[in-house]
């Protein structure tokens, strides 16, 4: 099974500290994916990557950054947290390989709280 | 723009009852429709993956339909359990965008 792991489960962070989330997969998938996830508004796609050092903003790219230096690693990088990037932050990875249309596999997730 | 929705937002019944729940959306332009589960402070599972020229898919107790034409796909559940209280979310996919819809907040009684 694909697995895709992320670093921390919880985190609590300062604001205008600098915060890493990290996220690993284990299946050569091509494409990563960053969401966040907030009650109300659902999850949104916050940036994507197709390739190694390749990276797409989403929707809600404002405020982060992401690095991919190796295939099986994605970042999320808040460069100076604040108070309403307090979420749910859900990893994801898909394989475009072949003629299949794959699905995706997410990660458990990172709960970031910024105070 | 594709926008998904899921209705009921939530949902409580009795312990062995089949239930059915259901997600809409605008664009039948889709490559392909996935429905999660998540528990409470958790990931997304994946629980079925149907393609655009599917109709439907079937996992032990769960049976997903896509009706593309309509944009409609249902997830139906039988012989509910406790076990299956989660919040149960549909996704389209389009090009590079998964679309999620808000979810059903499904809560079975023992």
């Known amino acids: 099974d694909v697995k895709v792991t992320q670093s921390s489960r919880y985190l609590v962070k300062r604001t205008g500290e600098k915060v890493f989330l990290e996220c690993v997969q284990d299946?050569?998938?091509?494409?990563m994916f960053w969401y966040r996830q907030d009650p109300g508004l659902g999850l949104r796609l916050i940036y994507f990557s197709y390739d190694v050092k390749m990276k797409e903003k989403g929707d809600i790219p404002e405020g982060y950054s992401v690095s991919r230096e190796k295939k099986e690693r994605f970042s999320l990088i808040l460069e100076s947290a604040s108070t309403n990037q307090t979420s749910m932050y859900l990893c994801?990875?898909?394989?475009?390989?072949?003629?299949?249309?794959?699905?995706?596999?997410f990660g458990s997730g990172t709960r970031l709280t910024v105070v | 723009k594709q926008e998904v929705t899921q209705i009921p937002a939530a949902l409580s019944v009795p312990e062995g009852e089949n239930l059915v729940l259901n997600c809409s959306f605008t664009?039948?332009?889709?490559?392909?429709l996935q429905w999660f589960r998540q528990d409470p402070g958790k990931g997304l599972t994946s629980l079925l993956l149907?393609?655009?020229?599917?109709r439907e898919q079937t996992s032990g107790r769960l049976n997903a339909s896509l009706d593309k034409s309509s944009g409609r796909s249902t997830l139906y559940i039988a012989a509910s359990q406790p076990g299956d209280s989660a919040t149960y979310l549909c996704?389209?996919?389009?090009?590079?965008?998964?679309?999620f819809g808000k979810g059903t907040k499904l809560t079975v009684n023992p």
């Open positions: 994801a990875s898909r394989t475009d390989r072949g003629l299949y249309n794959y699905g995706y596999t």
């Open positions: 664009d039948s332009a889709i490559y392909n």
């Open positions: 299946m050569d998938h091509e494409n």
């Open positions: 996704a389209v996919r389009r090009s590079e965008k998964l679309v």
């Open positions: 149907i393609q655009s020229s599917q």
